[in-house]
């Protein structure tokens, strides 16, 4: 894992890019935990310059503090509880995690943050042709589905269930956007992971921080050519009327994380380092 020595000399005000390590060389995700800890203290001891962390994880499931329950894993699968926002995801090969570390000013402003790696993520999208956006109340970077009448019908089920009806966790009258409704008990057409062929909203890029002594952490996860199943298990960051999508899977071909990385750092670096954080208005 290649580490960050703090120096004496003046901190640099260019954002900072440190490859943990990816493919055979992808990071377990304690260990990418500790160093972002430790590459937290240095910046808010302005021992080191913003810093991004750039990496594949070896495949795990991590939850964020909203986290239910009924989201995780049906069979009981290990889940690591972190101390971010949000809610439950995936991460593994295929994925390109960012954790950027920057010192915010005061009073810090969560979501002017969240927005700038969203447009930063967004402009990634666009660069390989696919047009990403934002979904109100839902943060991260979304391909857009089908309007509802145009959706194809899979297997002449329906996923908006008659009032009174037996519902998919067996409640009556259950609806994608009721608690007890659970499209992982559907089958596998219903899955997250077939967002796409049902025509529905699909998640491209997920983004879960923490700011801690007015220097972010934790970060994004970009889908770049992951087995999306991996998401099947859960329910992808609490929500349950959409799902996954990956560029390969957009674009139809093979994409790796290599093609992807400096496109990546192009655009972080362009929104990040050219922003104006200004504190929020109180």
């Not at 047009?131 to 908006?160: C, F, I, N, Y």
């Amino acid at each position: 894992m290649t580490a960050i020595s703090p120096g004496t000399s003046p901190v640099p005000e260019a954002l900072r890019f440190v490859h943990l390590g990816f493919g055979a060389d992808a990071v377990d995700y304690e260990a990418a935990w500790q160093e972002q800890r430790r590459v937290h203290a240095a910046r808010f001891a302005d021992e080191v310059p913003d810093t991004c962390l750039l990496l594949e994880h070896q495949p795990v499931y991590t939850a964020g503090r909203r986290t239910t329950d009924d989201e995780r894993p049906l069979d009981g699968t290990p889940v690591i509880d972190v101390d971010r926002g949000g809610k439950i995801t995936w991460h593994g090969p295929g994925q390109l995690v960012g954790y950027p570390i920057q010192k915010l000013p005061r009073p810090v402003d969560v979501v002017a943050h969240v927005r700038r790696l969203e447009e930063a993520l967004i402009r990634v999208c666009a660069e390989f042709g696919i047009e990403g956006t934002r979904v109100e109340g839902r943060s991260g970077v979304w391909v857009l589905g089908d309007p509802v009448a145009e959706r194809p019908s899979l297997a002449g089920l329906k996923l908006d269930f008659a009032p009174g009806a037996p519902g998919a966790s067996g409640a009556p009258g259950a609806t994608a956007d009721d608690d007890t409704y659970d499209a992982r008990l559907m089958g596998p057409e219903y899955a997250p992971s077939n967002a796409g062929q049902r025509g529905e909203d699909r998640k491209l890029a997920a983004i879960g921080i923490r700011v801690a002594k007015g220097v972010t952490m934790h970060g994004f996860s970009l889908n770049v050519n992951p087995d999306n199943t991996s998401f099947d298990k859960i329910v992808p960051c609490g929500i349950r009327d959409a799902g996954v999508a990956s560029l390969a899977g957009e674009l139809g071909r093979d994409v790796t994380i290599a093609e992807v990385l400096p496109v990546v750092e192009k655009h972080l670096r362009d929104v990040l380092e050219n922003a104006e954080p200004l504190p929020r208005a109180v």
